[in-house]
């Protein structure tokens, strides 16, 4: 029998059919569909990444600060198995953020591929987004022209995507525009382009009415200038022109009714944190976080355990009688069941002080590591995420996980083995 030469694939065909692997993935978040499902392009990238195997990968993985973040992460989720109180849930969401980890240890140990096509990837992010943006919008607008649903709540008729709902693809939209703003500066696109995409992204942020996203969108354009280092001129141009942009949503959120309701919604929340409006409660979210926060002080240091977090807080919010008003009727928090509504605040109530660190040190990493090197795309998205992650518990969604193991995966983890092989050249060049 004839021995088989190990790796199987080597050199550039192995690149190409990983390139094609990620493609897979890529075309298929920003619409997820239940077929062909989007974990076949993670088991398309790891059967390319077991043929080509070489041994000298494993060193990179324990070289490189964020693979060990992650790998952190996910041991602090694991070992939440050992005294939570439903199993059945837990290994729902250990299999729900499996992502989370094979990213991670996949792009830090072989990032040849990740350097090479980062760009590319991202690029194809973009534009397939801003396809599944035209998507949602001819589509959505049909249904709402054929339904009853009123003006007032266009956002409904929006929500086209079983696995992909609003809050989620208003994200992908906002990073998607980052990339293409990205990649008019580095003259990769042209402007005519950049319209092209923009406009159908930023028509689909004004009638997803994501209030979060209307609130993300300027801070996360503010750390992008202060973090872009380029052509100064150009940079004024475009921090005008975003200006100009920005100005623009605003006036036609205002001018669209299912965004300026959402607007009079929030300016009620925020009156009613400390009393009612209209003799009605209508910020649930406070209350969600001040229950949370109850469940998070009787379970400081560990948590409640993996998978079993929601199911304290509901027991929690049957002791709330407060009335909520939802447009339509009266509600109260214990006839459904909820999250916490905040990644963060879900975290230490799942995996306590440990695993709010754990989380938190993905958002540090990049600052301590690449200080000044911070790139202005990986500084807004750092901004979008960390913002959304406060209103939403984004990672307890397959549509939140997918997007964020990736992207977080893609700008920083093969980042950091290029830095650290530039220093150790560097350090080794002064030596000499």
């Not at 692997?21 to 392009?41: D, E, K, N, R, V």
């Not at 390319?48 to 964020?66: A, G, M, T």
């Not at 090479?116 to 001819?138: E, Q």
């Not at 992204?201 to 993300?216: D, G, H, N, P």
Request: proline fraction near 3%; include cysteine; charge should be positive.
């Amino acid at each position: 029998m004839q021995k088989i030469n190990w790796p199987i694939l080597k050199g550039k065909l192995a690149l190409q059919l990983c390139f094609v692997a990620l493609l897979i993935y890529t075309c298929l978040l920003p619409f997820q569909p239940p077929f062909p499902p989007i974990t076949s392009g993670i088991v398309a990238f790891w059967l390319v990444y077991v043929l080509s195997f070489k041994r000298e990968r494993w060193s990179q993985i324990f070289s490189n600060p964020f693979a060990i973040a992650w790998a952190f992460y996910y041991t602090i989720l694991l070992f939440g198995l050992l005294y939570t109180t439903n199993l059945n849930e837990a290994g729902k969401d250990i299999v729900l953020k499996i992502s989370l980890i094979l990213w991670p240890l996949g792009f830090s140990s072989w990032s040849e591929p990740i350097v090479k096509y980062k760009s590319k990837l991202l690029l194809v992010f973009a534009w397939v987004t801003v396809a599944s943006s035209l998507t949602i919008l001819s589509v959505g607008l049909f249904v709402w022209s054929n339904s009853n649903i009123s003006s007032n709540k266009l956002f409904m008729a929006l929500n086209i995507y079983e696995y992909l709902p609003n809050h989620y693809i208003s994200l992908y939209a906002s990073f998607s525009l980052f990339i293409l703003v990205y990649a008019f500066l580095k003259k990769t696109i042209s402007l005519k382009l950049l319209l092209l995409g923009g406009i159908p992204l930023l028509a689909l942020l004004a009638l997803l009415s994501v209030r979060i996203q209307l609130i993300a969108l300027p801070i996360a354009a503010l750390s992008f200038f202060v973090f872009y280092r380029g052509d100064k001129k150009l940079k004024k141009q475009l921090a005008l022109i975003a200006s100009f942009t920005i100005v623009c949503i605003i006036t036609l959120a205002v001018l669209i009714p299912s965004t300026r309701t959402r607007i009079v919604e929030t300016v009620d929340e925020i009156k009613s944190m400390n009393g009612m409006v209209n003799s009605k409660q209508t910020n649930h979210r406070v209350f969600l976080w001040k229950y949370g926060a109850q469940v998070i002080s009787e379970n400081f240091w560990f948590g409640t355990g993996t998978g079993a977090a929601d199911a304290e807080l509901n027991k929690k919010l049957k002791t709330c009688t407060a009335e909520f008003w939802n447009g339509h009727e009266v509600y109260h928090l214990d006839d459904g069941s909820y999250n916490y509504h905040n990644t963060y605040l879900q975290h230490f109530a799942t995996l306590g002080i440990f695993g709010l660190v754990s989380l938190l040190a993905l958002f540090v990493l990049p600052l301590l590591i690449f200080k000044k090197n911070l790139g202005a795309l990986e500084a807004a998205f750092l901004t979008l995420t960390a913002i959304a992650f406060s209103t939403e518990s984004m990672l307890e969604r397959q549509s939140g996980v997918l997007f964020f193991g990736f992207i977080y995966s893609l700008l920083f983890v093969s980042k950091a083995n290029s830095t650290g092989k530039n220093m150790l050249n560097k350090s080794t060049a002064q030596a000499r």
